[in-house]
Nanobody, 127 residues
Framework: QVQLVESGGGQVQAGGSLRLSCAGSGRTFGSYAMGWFRQAPGKEREFVAAIRRIGATTYYADSVKGRFTISRDNAKNTVYLQMNSLKPEDTGVYYC????????????????????WGQGTQVTVSS
């Protein structure tokens, strides 16, 4: 089992940057693939980015590709989301999530396949 705590959210103007962090507990953190999701008011939670447990392979939603970068430091039990060139439509609550994958199993962009979730951190981008 792993517990996740996000931080780094805040309010920024369009074009600005933020870096979100997700700190995980437990010695098995490095065994989990990690994802970032976001939820805007009145909308469903959507996939933002994901990274496999070793960290060499990353995945992004088309809406953030080229602007956001996901990374992880397993020695620190932390996954990051660097967000650049932020837009008002990036506003929402950002959640990190963890999932155990079998050997060769594809990483999912659907929230229902993730096992553990943080409490979320608010990101607000003003125009």
């Amino acid at each position: 089992q792993v517990q996740l705590v996000e931080s780094g959210g805040g309010q920024v103007q369009a074009g600005g940057s933020l870096r979100l962090s997700c700190a995980g507990s437990g010695r098995t953190f490095g065994s989990y693939a990690m994802g970032w999701f976001r939820q805007a008011p009145g909308k469903e939670r959507e996939f933002v980015a994901a990274i496999r447990r070793i960290g060499a392979t990353t995945y992004y939603a088309d809406s953030v590709k080229g602007r956001f970068t996901i990374s992880r430091d397993n020695a620190k039990n932390t996954v990051y989301l660097q967000m650049n060139s932020l837009k008002p439509e990036d506003t929402g609550v950002y959640y990190c999530a963890a999932v155990l994958l079998g050997l060769g199993q594809a990483i999912s962009r659907e929230s229902r396949f993730y096992d553990y979730w943080g409490q979320g951190t608010q990101v607000t981008v003003s125009s």
